[in-house]
């Protein structure tokens, strides 16, 4: 059975940190490029940061010099980061996994950024 879980999420004042964890199991981690998404109240869901099998990463540009995703796939997990956050952080963070066409999601952790 295929399982990813996010946790780390939580409320934290403007300038704070968190690290979100994705614990995986059920399909072969290391095939598989991850993703962090987050999705806002009222908005859609974007893309945070990407890093591959071959750790080629990506973030979007609100979030460049702020959060790091790294993986770890001894722990079949990925994590996320989260430095000087900011109000326009707060969202529901989600884990994807994806290789070739095949994509599994977690079911998302909460962030809000408020003093």
């Known amino acids: 059975q295929v399982q990813l879980v996010e946790s780390g999420g939580g409320l934290v004042k403007p300038g704070g940190s968190l690290r979100l964890s994705c614990d995986t199991s059920g399909f072969t981690f290391k095939w598989y490029d991850l993703t962090w998404y987050r999705q806002a109240a009222g908005k859609e869901r974007e893309l945070v940061a990407t890093i591959t099998t071959n750790e080629q990463i990506n973030y979007v540009d609100s979030v460049k010099g702020r959060f790091t995703i790294s993986r770890d796939n001894d722990k079949k997990a990925t994590y996320l980061q989260m430095n000087d956050l900011k109000p326009e952080d707060t969202a529901a963070y989600y884990c994807?996994?994806?290789?070739?066409?095949?994509?599994?999601w977690g079911q998302g952790t909460q962030v809000t950024v408020s003093s």
């Open positions: 994807n996994a994806r290789w070739r066409r095949i994509e599994y």
